[in-house]
């Protein structure tokens, strides 16, 4: 017996690690873009995106704007309802914060010279962390945001899993020299409850009696979203056009009149059915994910290789340059390193994206949190953005390719120049886009095509020509047409032409066909030259025998003899 409850102890522990670890992989989908921490009165900005409030407010008043009147933040004595009476009445919430005071005590916030009555208005703009743009917030700046509720209860359910109940919440109204754990909590009331004070404050029979209990919190929210121009009024419809949550009376609006406006159970649900596909792709394609994941380590792997044999090469041909290239040496390695670190981040970056497409970790984990919100407004607001990241997800699923090169070939080092230019040295690098030569370059049954490089560039070792024919184009000519959407898209190549002129036959008659041109050498291909459009000419019309045509003469039309 003692075995066996050991045993499910055992496995109670483990289940409880486990969800642990895959609440903690979505952490950084919580953090505040602003303050790196986890989000605390999280808004959503006009880009979709989400940001503290107080973080918000601190970085309009450095920008220069006047401080917001800011609520109590959920953890502050005016908001925690332990350190206040069940009778009497709260205290007036401060209009502002201590951190964004000593923001203002820095020196922020002011014009010096100016008088702001002087001042023609100017739209809010706000530096959006995530999407490095200035979003305008309108005349009411933070006022006109709304509160991300679901990401409050998703962000309140990740610390009560994290703490795994370490963190007792208190009731409020509990007399006597120990208070009880708090058991319920009340969302009209804003309070917690042990059993005993929520039946004392919430009578059968009276109208606290339907009050909706909930699990107890330090954070409460309000129960519903309401309009911020329209006071009390629910948002109860979802502009598709504009892609905002409207009232009744926005709704009616001259500004919505054509658009597409749809009730926001409809909303909400096609955006769930959307999520829900998208997700199960991606968890039908795990397999794929952990394949790319794979070869995204392997490049790094290789990509260290690589790395590290340039290196040597690079100290190698220092050493034998001598002091000469001592000064020289040291700027080649930190553009190395720095390429290495680029790619390094760009590789990790990349991994750690597949990683987060993972079943139960990272984006995966906080959307299926997500498609637990219940109320729907809370839910479309803040899943739009959550839809855009998966389906970017699903086209880089698709399409995948590596976002840095491991090969490190252009770092390899040409140690045969002479003394007199190791001021200019630096590593070889691809050739230059080549130029079509327009005076040599014709069409016929065949194409000749004749290019040149560039004088300031790098020798090739051989060229790319590359061409494809396009159907539905007209008034072709150099470097121009109009292009058909259903055009081909694949390239046919000459691969590795010695010279600076190559022959296309095999062509059909009465055809467009586009060509480009690539320089090769150690570092790799080059760019590609500008595209070029020739016309073949028509196939000459065939020569057709006609059989003989005999006439009937009547005798009085013949002559004698």
């Known amino acids: 017996m003692a075995e066996a409850e050991l045993q499910a ?124 743009t200035d979003v305008e917030l309108g005349e009411r700046g933070l006022a006109d945001c709304l509160r991300n509720l679901t990401l409050e209860r998703i962000v309140e359910r990740y610390r009560h899993t994290v703490s795994l109940g370490s963190m007792a919440i208190m009731c409020g109204f509990c007399k006597g020299p120990q208070s009880l754990e708090a058991t319920k909590g009340c969302a009209d009331c804003r309070s917690n409850f042990c059993n005993e004070c929520f039946k004392l404050y919430h009578p059968w029979g009276t109208l606290r009696s339907q009050h909706e209990h909930i699990q107890p919190t330090n954070n409460f929210r309000p129960k519903v979203l309401t309009c911020l121009e329209h006071e009390q009024e629910k948002l109860l419809w979802y502009c598709r056009s504009c892609q905002r949550l409207l009232c009744p009376l926005c709704k009616l609006r001259r500004v919505h009149h054509g658009h597409k406006v749809a009730p926001i159970a409809q909303a909400c649900q096609a955006l769930k059915d959307k999520i829900t596909k998208e997700i199960n792709y991606i968890l039908a394609n795990q397999d794929t994910v952990q394949a790319q994941i794979t070869q995204l380590e392997c490049a790094i792997t290789q990509m260290e290789l690589n790395s590290a044999v340039a290196k040597e090469q690079l100290s190698q041909c220092v050493r034998e340059l001598g002091a000469a290239l001592a000064e020289r040496q040291g700027a080649l390695t930190l553009a190395l390193e720095g390429t290495h670190l680029r790619r390094g981040e760009a590789l990790s970056a990349q991994v750690a994206e597949r990683r987060g497409l993972l079943e139960n970790a990272g984006l995966m984990a906080y959307t299926l949190e997500l498609l637990k919100e219940t109320d729907q407004p809370c839910f479309v607001q803040a899943a739009r953005i959550t839809h855009n990241r998966l389906v970017k997800a699903i086209e880089n699923l698709q399409c995948f390719s590596l976002s840095a090169d491991p090969s490190f070939r252009h770092f390899h080092m040409d140690a045969t120049r002479e003394l007199q230019v190791i001021s200019s040295m630096d590593y070889i690098k691809a050739p230059l886009a080549p130029v079509i030569d327009t005076q040599r370059t014709l069409a016929y049954d065949q194409l000749f095509l ?52 190559a022959v296309i036959d095999r062509l059909e008659m009465d055809s467009v066909y586009v060509l480009r041109v690539r320089g090769c050498n150690k570092a790799g291909f080059g760019e590609y030259s500008e595209e070029v459009y020739l016309h073949t000419p028509p196939a000459p019309a065939p020569f057709i025998l006609c059989p003989p045509v005999y006439f009937t003469m009547p005798p009085s039309t013949l002559s004698p003899g």
């Open 9 to 132: 102890f055992t496995s109670m522990m483990d289940a409880l690690v486990q969800i642990s670890s895959n609440m903690k992989s979505m952490e950084r989908e919580l953090h505040c873009p602003v303050c790196s921490e986890m989000v605390r009165q999280p808004i959503i900005l006009p880009c979709q995106h989400s940001v503290c409030l107080l973080c918000a407010a601190e970085v309009l008043v450095q920008r220069g704007y006047p401080p917001p009147d800011l609520p109590p933040e959920p953890n502050s004595p005016a908001a925690s309802p332990n350190t206040r009476s069940p009778r009497g009445a709260r205290r007036p919430p401060p209009k502002t914060n201590d951190r964004l005071d000593r923001v203002l005590r820095a020196g922020y916030g002011t014009y010096p010279g100016r008088r702001r009555k002087d001042m023609a208005p100017c739209p809010m703009l706000f530096p959006c962390s995530s999407c490095h």
């Open 450 to 501: 004749c290019w040149r490089l560039p004088q300031d560039s790098t020798p090739a070792w051989h060229f790319s020509v590359e061409f494809q024919q396009r159907m539905g184009l007209t008034e072709a000519g150099w470097g121009g047409g109009v292009r058909s959407p259903n055009a081909p898209v694949a390239w046919q190549r000459l691969e590795e032409v010695g010279g600076t002129s």
